[in-house]
Every structure is written in structure tokens, then in C-alpha cells.
């Protein structure tokens, strides 16, 4: 519990920060430019004298914006789909698993380019192309689990009882798989920061005019050659500390809604 | 009377076991599954360990051959051969001096097969290949795989493991669930047979029919300890010849006989009883029952109770 | 004779799916909204207006989507893949050359993974809850959620600049000539990159292996060995390993999708002429043919993949005919 609300008080955090930051916190000031860490810029400075901690933060936080907005779609698919495929079964199931399938048979980062390409790059290309794919892991999640409470003694007296297929969903099969799904949410997030990050770094995602931790990266290369490794270090330093406490989270919540899953 | 002249291969002497475990509130507790546990063992003689499921009697098999988990611990004294019997004793003997054979096929690596297993780290093919004979495995078996062996062949594969080396105590596991009565006719065979060639056999069951069967002398385990150790023949003969009232009821809650099973439950381990570990099912219970209760001798076999005679 | 009527059953699935995958990949560029004669030949074409038209008919460009596909599967399995706009070369020799580069990165890549993440894994499983347990979990975590680019920047940044013990990037030493080159220079640029792309390999196969094994010991077959004399280093060759070495590989195999994933942010970093930069560049630039062969053949590459997971499967595991 306390490593839950540390973590989550720490991304809420960032979160809020990088959403209410002024942008004043990281402008441009050539007379600072690549100033390694010290006292006054934590994080040292950029080429063209912005301060890295606010850059890191603010872009963060809008990987963390677009992540959820990814997030609420894939779940919401993986959700529909998920169920659908379990209750109905027969040829939706195979259809929806075929999808599955089809979807992981192409490397995600390949698929998550093509979309973006197809959207024509940009902030709207990289929102879509990450809210696309995250669904087939989480379906998959779902359906087995809708079918293992379908096969309880429960639902089939509901069906019995006369209820209807989207009155039993809604009233025993739902409430089932729900600690679950929001686990498989949870644990969507650090995916979709990281694929949002990978794909902006290699130039697809968000311009380079935007505060992202992948546009900081990318460019960050270009002085890797020359020593100045904050540019690199740090920001990178707190995008793996955010996947990391995502993961945190969500491997607590499982322990904690379902103590049997614990392996040790 | 000549088994009190053979020698006394396995003696164990206030046997406790108890596990620390995590409990509600992840408190850490300590469960005390066998207490003060006693019994010996001679050369060629059967030895019966009889109670119902789930009384820890597997915990005596493992705490003999040192496989305890990691978080188990011990107390009280175990001598082989006269000599005591330390952990570290038991690894260089286990295997080797001391074999067990398992309940079920399930002990046997499902990936292996099973001639490999059979001969396990020092045994010899010669060998492997004489035992098959002997209980009539074919040789193809030893090419097989564990899932591919009926129950039969199973169990004699099981067996035939435990002779790979020169045994001198064969501890067994509940071996007989789910044979057929002519597999356990066999394989009761088997234990005379190793038996009679001057093992000494400890049978661990919760089948009472099958210790009249087989032992020479049966243990009746309850609550993780034994209570009451006579000759076979005596639970033959009926309860008046034994000493201990729960072996009585034992013997009278069988189909064969009254058929009248005993009222209530064994204690649970974290909650026992002060004094007697029966006392609350007793009907000849008095405030004797509350003290310590000490194994004594009466009547050519051991009891621990304050009212045998 | 279930075990080859199932064999034949997974390849034709998988088969299907790649098929299927390669219309996917064509419908998400079909609807770009670059043009597709464009798309074809590129903005700055100084193409004459019969060119122009041989490739409008040989592609179909002018044809509904569904014929268009068929034209551009057909010249596909005829080997035609059309002429890539950055590189100014056929795909199919752009990806034959970088193919080359990538395949040995990946490799090894893989092969390291593999080979480090099941040692540690094995070792955290015998040692559970003691010390190395504790930090190989935390350092196979980290791993784990560690972005590849970023571990690539570190390693550049430390081991290239700071220490200077490797090379800045590229496959081959600048300024020496094809035939100049030596196996020991490829080797030499090879490592920053292969180890980068095998740090998230590592740490799942590690973890996995970890859980696998701790299952395993866990298995009354561990307590009978023991009870036959066996010492835990004999445990862990005799049973250890045949049981958790299969599933491992499986894994590792299946994790092919990731690894082509990795190769285009690990180029990326290093500037390693394989096909993950040309996946990058093509995007970049709009070079739609070249996009289209990339897509599909990683999609191959993800089949082999799962493919290699369950024949190695079926031919391995004793129990696979009376399971299926």
C-alpha cells in the first residue's frame, strides 16, 4: 500500500506539474546555454539554454497525457472486444482472436510507424497510432477471464433465471472482471509512455518544437559526441523511474485484489 | 518374540516438527504439526503408520529423510543403526541406506525417462535392468516416459527405484491409493519381500485395512503424534486387545466392524489441547487427561494414555 | 499421427496470418494521404510522362484497392518489389544488403539475451529470497522497463565517448574501404549495438526463467530426487534444465517481435546501416515501396519466430501428442 501511494503521488505529480507549468519555466536563454548540473539547473541545461529538470517534467507529462488518451481506447476496445468474444463466443470469438493474432504477428513498433504514417506524422499520428494498438494483450486478458466467471455456477443459474446476455454481462460478469482489467489498464501505461517515447525519438511522433522526453532524446544525440551527457542522462533517468513505478503499481494492485497470483 | 533380538534400525524420539509461516496479518507463527513423536523400526519387520488424512503422518516420512522445507524445524532425537541421525547424515544416506518410494507417478520427472530415473545418480543399467525383471517391466519400459506408464507399472517402477542400492530402511508413502486390490496385493508382497531380505520397512497409510494386512506392528498416529504402537495380531484380534480408547474407535468406525464413526474432529494444530491431544473426544476423560502424558509400555506394546491397563 | 496433422495445422494458421498481415500493412499505407503515383516515385522525380505511365500500369495505380493488391502481391511472389525512393535501388537489394547487418546484430543479440537472462534466472531461482535473488529481480526489472534508445545513449555516451573503448557508431571503421574492412572491425562495431538491443531480452528472459524454475522446484518430483540423494547442483542439471530450458527458448523465440522492434531504435542510435534505420528513414521520407517490404518482412521475421516456438515444441516436449 505505501509503495502505491508513493509511486502515485510521485506521477500524479509530474503529471500536474508538467500540465500547469508556464512555459516561461523553460524558455530559451542563450546566456545559460549547456550548463552541466549545478545548483541552480538541477538537471543542467540545453543548446539553447532551457532548463532540462522543467523540459524533463513537462515532457513527461505529456507523455503521460497522450498515454492515457491511448490508454482509454485501447481498454475501452480491449473491454468490448474482450467480453464480446467470451459471451457470444462461437465465430465473434474466433474473428476477435484471429485480430489478435494478426495484430501481434507484425512487430509493434513496424505497426505503430505505419499508423503514424498513414495519419501523416505529428502529434495526432503517434496519439492514434499508440491508442491502436495496445488492445490485443489486454483482450486477451479479458476474455479469459470473462470465460472463467462464464463457466461459474453463478452466471449459468443467472442465465437460467431467464436474464438476458447483456443483463448477465452487465450484472455478474463485469463486476468480476473489473480488479483485473484495471490491473491490465494500470500496467498499459509504462507500454504506451515507452512506445509514445520510441517513436517520437525516431522522428514520427510529436514535432520537435514540443517538450517530449523523445524529442529531448533524440536530440540529446547530437551532443552525446561532444560529452554533455546530462542532456541524456537525467530525463531518460526519470522516464524509466515513471515506466518502472506504472509497473510498481500495478503489480501491487494484483497482489492486493488477488493474493493468490503472488508467485512468492 | 525374535524380532526383539534383531536389530533396531530407526529409532525415533520425541519427534517434534513445527513450521514458521506467515498468518493472517502477516504475523509470523509457528505451526507445530508433530509433537513428541516416538517409534523404532527393526530389521525385517513392517512398521504401520496408521491415521486418518491430512495428520501430517507425510511430515514423519520427510522429517526422516531431512527433505523438510526450508522453514520447518526440528526437535528431539533420531538414531539409525544406534548412531544419531543428523541432517548431514541423512544426505550422504538418503538414496543409498535409506530409500523412499513415493505415492504417485507425479514424483517422477515428467520429462525424464524412466530407466534414467530409475537408476537415478549412481545406479548401474545392470542393476536397472535386473529389478525390471524382476517385477516384470518389459524392456521397454525404460525408454518410456512417466506419462506413459499405467498405474502398475507405475508403482513397480516406483519400487524398483528404491532397490536400485543396498536399502536398509524403506520408508513408503502411501503407496497403495488407487490400486486395484490385486496391485496391492502385489505390492504389499513386495514390502514382505524386501522385508524378509532384512529391510526394515516403515509404511506410512491412512488405510488401517492395509496395516492389518501387511505390518507385523502398527503405529495409530493422531494429531501428529503417535499414540498407540501394538502388534498387528492384537488389532486383529479386536479392540479389547488394544490400549489407546482413539485406536478403539479407529478399529470400530470400519464397515467390517460396528461401523460407527467417532464424533468430532482431530484438533487443529495452531489450537491443541493442553494435556491428552485426544481428551476432547474421550469418553474416559478425567482431569488426569490434562498433564503431560508420557509413551508408556503395557501389555507388549507402547501407549500414551494415563488409563490403559 | 495427431503430431503432424497439428504441424500442419500451425503452419497453415501462421501462414494465413501473414498473408493477412501483409493486406493490413498495405491497407494503412493505401490510405495515406500521400498520392499514390507519389508515393511510388517520390516528390523531385524527373521521371518523362511514359515512365510515369508504365509505372501507373504496372502497379495499377488507377485501379480500385483490390485489384491494386493483387497486382502488388503478384509482382511481390514474383519477386518485384518495386524501386526505393531514398535509396534510389530496388527494395529487394536495399533490404538484401541491410539484412545482412541486422540479421548478425540480432543474432548475437538474441543469443546473448538468452544465454544471460537464463543463467541469471536459474541462479535467482535456486537463490530465492536470498540477496542474489533479491538483486538480480530488481536488476531484471529495471532492465525490463529500461527504453532501448536510451540505454543505447548511455552506453554510447559512456563506453564510446567517456572511456573511448568503442567505436561512435556505424557498421564499418570510416574512411576504410569495402575491401579494407576486417571481420574483427565488424565484430568490434557490433557490440554496442548487440548488447543494447539485448538488454530488455535479458531481463524478461531472466524473470521468466526465474518463475519458471521456482514452479518447477516447487514440484513434488524436486522433493523425491532429493529424498534419492540428489545434491541441488545434480538437481539443477538432471531436472533443472530439462524442464525450464525448453519453455525458455520458446519464449525467446517468441520474442522476435520485440527484437525487430529494438533493431529500429538501436540503429537509430548507433547509425548502424541495418534495416531498422532503413524502416526509419523509409517512414521518414515517404517511401512507401520500401515501407510495404520492410512491414512484410518483418512479419516474416515474427512468423519464423513463432513458427521455430512450435516446432521446437511439438519435436521436444514427449507429452505434445497426447496433448493435442
Redesign the interface.
Known amino acids: 500500500m505505501i509503495y502505491i501511494g508513493l509511486a502515485g503521488i510521485y506521477l500524479l505529480g509530474i503529471f500536474f506539474l508538467g500540465i500547469f507549468m508556464p512555459e516561461s519555466a523553460y524558455e530559451v536563454n542563450y546566456a545559460e546555454k549547456l550548463i552541466p548540473p549545478c545548483a541552480d539547473h538541477l538537471f543542467g541545461t540545453d543548446f539553447m539554454g532551457r532548463d532540462m529538470l522543467m523540459r524533463s517534467v513537462k515532457g513527461l507529462s505529456v507523455s503521460m497525457v497522450i498515454a492515457l488518451l491511448a490508454a482509454g481506447v485501447s481498454s475501452v476496445l480491449a473491454l468490448a472486444f474482450g467480453v464480446a468474444a467470451a459471451v457470444f463466443g462461437g465465430k465473434l470469438d474466433a474473428i476477435v482472436n484471429w485480430c489478435v493474432d494478426l495484430f501481434m504477428g507484425i512487430p509493434h513498433l513496424v505497426l505503430l510507424i505505419l499508423i503514424s504514417f498513414m495519419l501523416g506524422r505529428g502529434a495526432k499520428g503517434v496519439t492514434a497510432a499508440v491508442a491502436l494498438t495496445h488492445w490485443p494483450e489486454l483482450t486477451r486478458v479479458v476474455r479469459s477471464e470473462v470465460l472463467s466467471v462464464r463457466s461459474s455456477q453463478y452466471v449459468r443459474a443467472a442465465y437460467k433465471m431467464g436474464k438476458s446476455h447483456l443483463r448477465v454481462a452487465w450484472e455478474h460478469v463485469i463486476p468480476h472482471v473489473l480488479p483485473v482489467y484495471l490491473v491490465g489498464v494500470i500496467l498499459l501505461f509504462p507500454h504506451a509512455i515507452m512506445h509514445e517515447a520510441s517513436i517520437t525519438f525516431l522522428g514520427f511522433g510529436l514535432p520537435a518544437e514540443k517538450p517530449a522526453v523523445g524529442v529531448i532524446l533524440s536530440e540529446s544525440m547530437k551532443y552525446i559526441a561532444m560529452g554533455k551527457w546530462w542532456l541524456m542522462l537525467f530525463p531518460g533517468l526519470m522516464l524509466l523511474l515513471a515506466v518502472m513505478l506504472f509497473d510498481v503499481i500495478g503489480e501491487n494492485l494484483k497482489k492486493l485484489w488477488n493474493p493468490d497470483s503472488g508467485n512468492e | 518374540m525374535e524380532q526383539k533380538t534383531k536389530q533396531e534400525i530407526l529409532s525415533v524420539e520425541e519427534l517434534s516438527v513445527s513450521f514458521s509461516m506467515y498468518q493472517k496479518g502477516l504475523r509470523k507463527g509457528n505451526l507445530e504439526v508433530l509433537h513428541k513423536l516416538s517409534l523404532s523400526v527393526r530389521a525385517g519387520e513392517i512398521l504401520a503408520v496408521a491415521g486418518s488424512s491430512g495428520s501430517g503422518k507425510s511430515i514423519l516420512a ?1 522429517a526422516i ?1 531431512g ?1 523438510l522445507p526450508g522453514n520447518a524445524c526440528m526437535d528431539g532425537r533420531m538414531l539409525y543403526k544406534g548412531q544419531p541421525l543428523t541432517e548431514k547424515e541423512k ?6 541406506e535409506i ?2 518410494i ?1 505415492q504417485s507417478v ?7 525417462r524412466v530407466g534414467k530415473q530409475v537408476r ?3 545406479g548401474t543399467k545392470e542393476r536397472q535392468r535386473e529389478l525390471f525383471r524382476k517385477y516384470g517391466l518389459e524392456e521397454g519400459v525404460e525408454r518410456k ?1 512417466p ?1 506413459m506408464l499405467s498405474g502398475g507399472m507405475a508403482r513397480r517402477v516406483l519400487i524398483a ?1 528404491a532397490l536400485m542400492e543396498d536399502a536398509c530402511l524403506i520408508v513408503a508413502d502411501e503407496p497403495t491409493p488407487g490400486l486395484s486390490e490385486r496391485l496391492t496385493e502385489e505390492t504389499l508382497k513386495s514390502f514382505r519381500e524386501m522385508a524378509d531380505a532384512g529391510c526394515a520397512v516403515l509404511l506410512i497409510t491412512h488405510d488401517i485395512d492395509l496395516a492389518f494386512k501387511a505390518a507385523d506392528r502398527i503405529a495409530v498416529f493422531y494429531a501428529g503424534t503417535v499414540v498407540e504402537i501394538a502388534p498387528a495380531e492384537d488389532f486383529r484380534k479386536g479392540k479389547e486387545a488394544l490400549r489407546h480408547p482413539y485406536s478403539r474407535a479407529f478399529l470400530e468406525a470400519l464397515p467390517q466392524n460396528e461401523f460407527c464413526p467417532l464424533p468430532g474432529f482431530q484438533p487443529y494444530a495452531a489450537k491443541l489441547p493442553k494435556g491428552c491431544l485426544f481428551a476432547e473426544r474421550c469418553r474416559e476423560r478425567n482431569e488426569m487427561c490434562m498433564g503431560e502424558i508420557p509413551m508408556r509400555k503395557v501389555r507388549g506394546g507402547e501407549v500414551r494414555c494415563v488409563h490403559a491397563r | 499421427m495427431t503430431r503432424l496433422k497439428y504441424m500442419g495445422k500451425t503452419v497453415l494458421r501462421l501462414l494465413t496470418l501473414l498473408i493477412a498481415v501483409s493486406i493490413l500493412s498495405f491497407l494503412l499505407l493505401e490510405a495515406s494521404p500521400v498520392d499514390p503515383l507519389t508515393a511510388y516515385i517520390g516528390t523531385d522525380s524527373t521521371l518523362s510522362e511514359e515512365a510515369k505511365e508504365e509505372i501507373i500500369r504496372h502497379w495499377g495505380l488507377k485501379e480500385p484497392p483490390v485489384t491494386r493488391f493483387l497486382k502488388w502481391a503478384g509482382n511481390f511472389v514474383c519477386g518485384d518489389w518495386g524501386e526505393s525512393i531514398t535509396y534510389k535501388k530496388p527494395v529487394k537489394t536495399v533490404i538484401a544488403e541491410r539484412l545482412k547487418y541486422s540479421l548478425a546484430l540480432m543474432l548475437a543479440a538474441w543469443l546473448f539475451s538468452g544465454i544471460l537472462g537464463y543463467a541469471f534466472g536459474m541462479l535467482a531461482a535456486v537463490r530465492q529470497g536470498k540477496l542474489t535473488d533479491k538483486v538480480i529481480k530488481t536488476f531484471s526489472l529495471t532492465l525490463q522497463s529500461a527504453p532501448v534508445f536510451w540505454i543505447g545513449l548511455l552506453f554510447l555516451s559512456f563506453f564510446a565517448v567517456r572511456l573511448g573503448w568503442f567505436p561512435i557508431g556505424l557498421a564499418t571503421p570510416m574512411g576504410k574501404t569495402a575491401e579494407e574492412v576486417t571481420v574483427f572491425d565488424r565484430i568490434y562495431h557490433m557490440i554496442l549495438p548487440a548488447v543494447t538491443l539485448s538488454v530488455l531480452g535479458t531481463g524478461k528472459t531472466a524473470l521468466y526463467t526465474r518463475q519458471k524454475f521456482i514452479e518447477i522446484l516447487n ?3 524436486i ?8 545434491s541441488t547442483g ?1 538437481i539443477i542439471w ?2 533443472g534444465i ?2 525450464t530450458l525448453m519453455p525458455a527458448v520458446t519464449v525467446q523465440f517468441a520474442s522476435f517481435s520485440e527484437l525487430f522492434g529494438g533493431i529500429a531504435l538501436a540503429e537509430s542510435v548507433f547509425s548502424y546501416p541495418g534495416i531498422g534505420s532503413a524502416l526509419t528513414a523509409a517512414g521518414l521520407g515517404g517511401d512507401v515501396p520500401l515501407l510495404l517490404g520492410i512491414a512484410v518482412c518483418s512479419a516474416v521475421f515474427v512468423f519464423a519466430g513463432n513458427l521455430a516456438a512450435n516446432l521446437l515444441y511439438l519435436v521436444l ?3 505434445a501428442g ?1 496433448f493435442v
Open positions: 520427510h529423510l527433505i544426505k550422504g544416506l538418503r538414496g543409498r530409500a523412499f513415493p507425479d514424483y517422477l520427472d515428467p520429462l525424464m537415478g545418480v549412481r516416459y506419462f527405484s | 514440484k513434488e518430483f522433493l523425491y530426487a532429493r529424498a534419492r540423494g540428489e545434480q538432471r531436472h530439462r524442464n516436449e514427449p507429452r497426447s
